[in-house]
């Protein structure tokens, strides 16, 4: 195989490769550069003709990366991250930037916190585009942030964080039982609890929720009639049932609010909510100064 011409190489090849890896399509990763089909192609097929290897084959109606992409993808990963690095002097005036700020979390819990953080960025900076994706469970934080397909990460803290990721508290938020007072009374005991039947919240991933740990460890179940993976359809299912729900008590305020709450029959810590990013992107001026934002968000 003949040898490779690194000095070929740049960085917009580089990102353009990496972004079609992530979303294993052309239109996708066109879309996501703000370029053409065409143009992604182009320059696609350049980086086949230096690296000597067709970097993405055919499968079915989409494309899958080659053996050799698969082994370039990090390598690639952490060269544009020092590359940015590079240009990064240390300052950032948020108003000469033009891509959006990109939070993954679970929206429909954090409703009334998503509505501050884009009041207080669009107080200092009125144009600025601001991106929220649904996180599902919190194993999917590494792939999302690592890939540069969010800036941060919003979301309940985990037993233990991957060595890739940093964070820092943002709030502690107690639990609560939601129920309708329409259809049953409070709960009054651990064993009524216990007893009672469950709608609870799914994002997927198979870590146990910090209910069910303790509830295990007291040799305790809960009878789960329903589980889904979006807090307000969680309420208009619990509404006109006897079914209860355990969630963090800022719900009495967004999906919630038409319901009644009484207080968790078990001891156990409030749900800590941490702000996530990847270690790569650590020293950036830009992500300090929405790191900085989003902490004074929560603090205030």
Not at 250 to 266: E, G, K, V, Y
Request: charged share 25%; with cysteine; net charge positive.
């Amino acid at each position: 195989m003949r040898d490779a011409d690194a000095s070929q190489l740049s960085g917009r090849l580089l990102r353009v490769f990496i972004t079609v890896y992530d979303e294993m399509s052309v239109s996708k990763a066109a879309e996501r550069l703000h370029t053409s089909q065409s143009t992604v192609s182009h320059n696609l097929e350049k980086l086949r003709s230096i690296i000597g290897d067709k970097l993405f084959l055919p499968s079915g109606r989409g494309i899958v990366p080659s053996a050799r992409a698969e082994r370039l993808a990090p390598k690639v990963r952490r060269l544009l991250a020092q590359m940015d690095a590079l240009l990064d002097t240390g300052e950032y005036v948020p108003q000469n930037d033009p891509d959006p700020f990109v939070i993954a979390t679970n929206g429909g819990v954090l409703v009334p916190e998503v509505t501050k953080i884009c009041q207080t960025i669009w107080r200092e900076v009125p144009s600025k585009k601001l991106v929220f994706r649904e996180l599902g469970t919190r194993g999917n934080a590494e792939s999302m942030l690592g890939k540069g397909e969010a800036d941060f990460a919003i979301t309940p803290r985990p037993a233990n964080f991957p060595l890739t990721l940093k964070h820092t508290h943002l709030f502690t938020e107690d639990f609560k039982v939601f129920y309708d007072p329409q259809a049953r009374d409070p709960i009054k005991d651990i064993y009524e609890y216990s007893a009672a039947r469950h709608a609870t919240l799914d994002f997927g991933g198979s870590t146990k929720s910090i209910v069910q740990t303790f509830l295990d460890d007291l040799n305790l179940s809960r009878n789960v009639a329903v589980k889904v993976p979006n807090v307000w359809l969680l309420a208009e299912l619990i509404r006109g049932t006897d079914m209860i729900a355990t969630l963090p008590r800022m719900l009495q305020f967004s999906a919630f609010r038409h319901l009644d709450h009484c207080t968790l029959p078990l001891s156990i810590p409030a749900a800590r909510f941490d702000l996530i990013w990847h270690q790569r992107y650590d020293d950036s001026a830009r992500l300090r100064w929405l790191r900085d934002t989003l902490t004074r968000v929560f603090k205030a």
